[in-house]
């Protein structure tokens, strides 16, 4: 966000209220900007559950590992986890990749190793006996 656009945000905002200030702050979210709370750098996370055709968006925490943000997910969804369920999210060229070996990452390191950005999806594992 260019200091012209900050600078107007903090003219307007008072002015409009505090709706004005959470759209505002949900849309630096969304451009990857962030926000700090205690310190901490959260950004907004979009999942898709395939097979229940669910969305969700929530703050998840930069620290926060993979595992963390697939748990939560569950919660925002209000769905079931399954021993099927697998975590992925798409790569630089689109495709869907599973980020089921890299739970133990945090969102951040995951984010700068270029395995995921904010958009996740779960989807059900395929194979059998």
């Known amino acids: 966000m260019r200091a012209i656009e900050l600078a107007l945000i903090l003219v307007i ?4 209220g505090p709706n004005f200030e959470e759209a505002m702050a ?3 979210d969304i451009k990857g900007a962030g926000d700090r709370k205690g310190g901490r750098e959260k950004v907004q996370v979009h999942v898709r559950h395939l097979g229940e055709r669910e969305k969700a968006n929530f703050k998840a925490d930069l620290n926060d590992t993979l595992q963390a943000v697939w748990d ?4 925002e969804l209000g769905i079931s986890k399954t021993e099927r369920d ?3 999210a798409a790569n630089k060229q689109g495709e869907p990749t599973s980020l ?3 739970l133990g990452l945090t969102l951040d390191d995951a984010r700068s190793r270029g395995l ?3 958009d996740f999806e779960i989807a059900a594992g395929t194979g059998g006996a």
Do not use: F, R
């Not at 905002?13 to 409009?16: E, G, N, Q, V």
């Not at 939560?72 to 919660?75: I, L, Q, R, T």
């Open 72 to 75: 939560e997910s569950y919660v």
């Open 26 to 28: 949900d849309e630096i």
């Open 86 to 88: 697998v975590w992925q």
């Open 13 to 16: 905002a008072p002015i409009l």
């Open 116 to 118: 995921c950005d904010k």
């Open 100 to 102: 089921m070996d890299h």
